[in-house]
């Protein structure tokens, strides 16, 4: 009930002195022993519970405030989620995140992220955050690939919300990586459907990124942003030629 609640501090607690209490199950309580047998099985289950929601509830208060002491409390629960958990999808991708946030060694989050098998391997946030590092590494064929499959996956582009901010939040800390900005531009494009916002991000990498470094986004980057001004161009001209009505012409029909 605490945990269906919301109050996760209390469910712990109840749950570990479950885990600890003397349950008697012999003489007159021998009928308890099955009962008590089946509460103790559950206790992980429900704890793991508890521990998910705390990454959860923890995570999402780092998004807002960027703390330390968040960040912390998010390592902390999720591992004690991985110690009981055989939800080993929602252990690592926090992991992966976690080793990335605190050390920005994108090869050691890569590594964690690729070693999630099955059909967790191929859920949207693994694949966007799998394309993010290989770009922050500068890889940017396979990145462009990754968010290929990453927009398949997010089909109604929910996860892009999410993804684009916190690579905003890196860009910002690193201006030595343009290429986030043009990643940027391709969740706008392709993952939410903004060309203008797209447009603002490419420009913004054109105007940081060396040529040479970046010949093959930059030229898509250009492309982009000459089609959307041009389309821009011609939908004003659209506004402008729906407003211009010949008054005399106007006035004439009212009369008639």
């Known amino acids: ?6 109050a996760l501090d209390l469910a ?3 749950l570990r002195g479950l885990q600890r209490e003397k349950i008697p199950t012999a003489g007159r309580h021998a009928n308890l022993k099955k009962q008590a047998e089946n509460l103790r099985r559950l206790v992980p ?4 519970d508890v521990y998910s929601n705390q990454c959860d509830k923890w995570f999402q208060q780092w998004r807002q405030d960027r703390s330390l002491d968040s960040l912390r409390r998010v390592a902390s629960y999720n591992e004690l989620f991985g110690q009981i958990s055989k939800d080993r999808f929602k252990y690592l991708n926090f992991k992966a995140i976690l080793v990335f946030v605190t050390t920005r060694d994108a090869e050691k989050a890569l590594a964690i992220l690729l070693s999630i098998k099955n059909a967790d391997a191929i859920a949207p946030h693994v694949r966007y955050s799998i394309a993010f590092l290989q770009a922050f590494k500068g890889q940017m064929a396979l990145a462009e690939r990754s968010y290929t499959t990453a927009f398949g996956l997010d089909r109604g582009g929910e996860v892009a919300f999410e993804v684009e901010e916190f690579i905003a939040w ?10 986030l900005h043009y990643c940027l531009g391709l969740i706008n494009l392709r993952g939410k459907k903004d060309a203008q916002l797209a447009a603002r991000d490419f ?18 980057a250009k492309n982009h942003v000459a089609g959307f001004a041009s389309g821009a161009d011609a939908a004003n001209e659209d506004i402008e030629n729906l407003n211009v009505i010949p008054l005399r012409a106007n006035s004439s029909s009212t009369s008639r």
């Not at 890196?170 to 290429?179: E, L, N, R």
């Open 1 to 6: 009930a605490a945990l269906i609640s919301g």
């Open 12 to 14: 712990e607690i109840l």
């Open 45 to 48: 289950i429900r704890l793991s």
């Open 170 to 179: 890196i860009a910002a800390d690193h201006p030595d990586k343009p290429q």
């Open 203 to 220: 420009k913004r990498f054109l105007a940081l990124a060396p040529e040479e470094q970046f010949g093959q986004q930059i030229r898509t």
